[in-house]
């Protein structure tokens, strides 16, 4: 069995003696006996994950796993190099992190260009878009953080009142905020959600409060045994 993962430093296995050995996916493998390709990255984005997965499908692996990080993180590539540099609003890891480029673009990026309302959007479209590319192959999704999404999730009734400290209402009227509810729903609704395990109601983040954690909030090797040991029980394997 040929295994895929991807995502960002929580599956990658950021912070533990031997990612190679100890992370998440490679304990998956080895109870289903198989080999694995884990192309997360510490830093790693969703936009990152959807690039390499779909590039990476030409392999036709037997199970993936995909594992959503932060939705306000974003991939570049250098211009003479085509280096893939991951920016997020920490402005923290990577080969040009202390740069004076990559951190004079990133404060630009984050104060004139970041819009969370959008990011969050494009993250929903990431998530069908990968599914539809995924959809004849045996696939898992996992959230790695709640990106907020109990929020954005809220009823139409309360929707305003829960994400209006994530939304400039300022400059929209009472139409343009329900059709921004209207299509985050429209999104919603195109994800399978049977494909995750436990959609908005578990997060890869949730184990660093019952399991030890490394100086950078990564969990260490009792954390990534007992997230294997979930996924291989959702999987019945």
């Known amino acids: 069995m040929k295994i895929y993962a991807n995502g960002c430093s ?41 690039y390499h997965t779909v590039k990476d499908t030409h392999d036709d692996y037997d199970l993936y796993l995909i594992a959503w990080t932060d939705y306000s993180r974003f991939t570049f590539y ?3 190099n085509n280096f893939e540099i991951d920016f997020n609003s920490r402005m923290e890891g990577g080969l040009y992190a202390k740069e004076s ?18 990011s969050f959007k494009l993250w929903l479209q990431q998530i069908i878009q990968l599914q539809l590319i995924l959809q004849d192959k045996n696939y898992l999704m996992i959230n790695t953080m709640p990106n907020n999404l109990s929020l954005w999730l809220a009823p139409e009734e309360l929707f305003l009142g829960s994400v209006k400290h994530l939304i400039n209402f300022d400059s929209m009227n009472d139409e343009q905020i329900s059709d921004e509810y209207n299509e985050i729903q429209y999104y919603i609704s195109l994800i399978d959600i049977s494909k995750f395990y ?3 109601d578990f997060y890869i983040t949730d184990l660093c409060t019952s399991f030890s954690v490394g100086p950078g909030g990564h969990i260490l090797e009792q954390g990534h045994k007992h997230l294997s040991n979930l996924i291989i029980d959702h999987l019945h394997v």
């Open 10 to 50: 929580f599956t990658y296995g950021h912070e533990l003696e031997s990612p190679q050995e100890s992370a998440w996916p490679r304990l998956i493998s080895n109870h289903l006996g198989g080999t694995l390709v884990n192309r997360a990255t510490p830093g790693g984005t969703n936009q990152r994950t959807v």
């Open 78 to 80: 250098k211009s003479e």
């Open 101 to 118: 480029f990559y951190r004079d673009w990133g404060a630009t990026l984050y104060k004139h260009w970041y819009n969370e309302l959008f």
């Open 198 to 200: 436990k959609w908005n």
